[in-house]
């Protein structure tokens, strides 16, 4: 970052503005609207100009600067044609370590103005830190067209209800998401169409229901559990409602195969933590997991259980509702992209085709005793896909078993390391040859295996921009 950004209380404070043209009545329009008192020194200036420094008990000194203007100001704003004078003022400003702006020239300035947006009493700020004007101007309009009117209005109608809101609701997070609920719901809404009183009294409606149900919660401090699927990496195929929920919970529990860039649309203060494997790779054992989900919801709190890809495909996501369900604690379940959809499709590789494959299993390649413990004839047949989670470190035991079962050895099969992600990479190869291939490459988990005759069409479907490894 090249500047803090930061909001200046300028109001009933002097400010000087040395110019007194175009760009300078600029600044004296935005100095009035933050409250300044504008002191303006300049041989000549523009009428609109001197009558600011009138309307806001300001001062207009009608001749060249001089480095006693620079006693008692607030801040220094160089709006001079002459670039040697706007110099000089920099300099002497600095020294006094008074901010100064020169206008268009940073390297003079010790603050920039930014460009804004202003829906009073919200002011958003955009600067490119003086790189590319054109660039803030292509911005400012992007957040004009998406930013509504209204939000001004909505902005001192919560605020005008602070006090009532704090003193209903006790508890600190309920606060939070009743605010929430609230600037994406109805009122919020109303008061875009226009219909001040009509939120007013939804606003009212909806605090009581609220604040009802926080005296309901202070006596039954029961809270809830959210299993929810988080997909296999690529933040955009999250659902709406784990976005949702992600910026709703007051806890998370998460797993090694959740991204990084997936936790970092989490809430940012729910207290987040991880449940996955940890450095000396020994996993939280599942049984902790189920009895943490426990403690928490029976401290009231929302608590979101977050895995990769889809909770219910060899995610346990069972077991842990069941002993949700036996302590009597209220779940929600919300599926996610299964690594499965998610790798099949960003590799190019449709799962079922009419041509190729009238059906697909997904199946573990964990190993049970040292030895994937699955139906190998069932497995071996023609006109199907395979899709093996968790197969990589079995996949030499399963290519032979499958061979040994009746499966032709050039079957084509792919090994997708890293899915969706852009990190993503690929090896293809036939079933006698894909241990060797996939060594060759080195890679790691997480790796979802495919096996079947679609495998092959990934050589005229592959669209993701990742690499044949
Ligand atoms: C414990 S299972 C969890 C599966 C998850 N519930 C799902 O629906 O994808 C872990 C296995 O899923 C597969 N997997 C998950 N995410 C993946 C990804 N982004 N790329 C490749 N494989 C992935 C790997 O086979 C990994 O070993």
Redesign the pocket.
Known sequence: MDFLPIFFDVRGKPCLLVGGGEVAARKAALLNRAGARITVVAPEAREDVIALTVSTEGEYHQREFQPSDLDNVYLVIAATSDSAVNARISELADARKLPVNVVDQPSLCQFIVPAIVERAPITIAISTGGNSPVLTRELKERIEMAVPRGYGDFARLLGSWRDEVKSAIADDQQRTRFWESLIKGEVASLVFQGKTEQAQTTFREQLQAVSHEADKHRQDKTGEVWLV?AG??DPELLTLKALRLMYAADIVLYDR?VSDEIMTMVRPDAEKVFVGKEAKHHPVPQEQINQKLVHYARQGLKVLRL?????F???RGGEEIEELAEAGIPFQVVP?I???S??SAYAGIPLTHRDYSQSVRFVTGHLKDDRPDLDWNMLAKEQQTLVI????MALPVISSKLIDHGMRADMPVAV??????ANQRVVTATLQDIDKAVSAAALK????IIVGAVVKLRKTLAWFGDQEA
């Open positions: 699927g296999p990496g195969l895995k990769g890809g889809d909770p495909i060899f995610g996610g299964t690594s499965a998610g790798c989670y968790m197969g990589l997708v390391e890293q899915g969706t992600r988990a997480p790796a979802l």
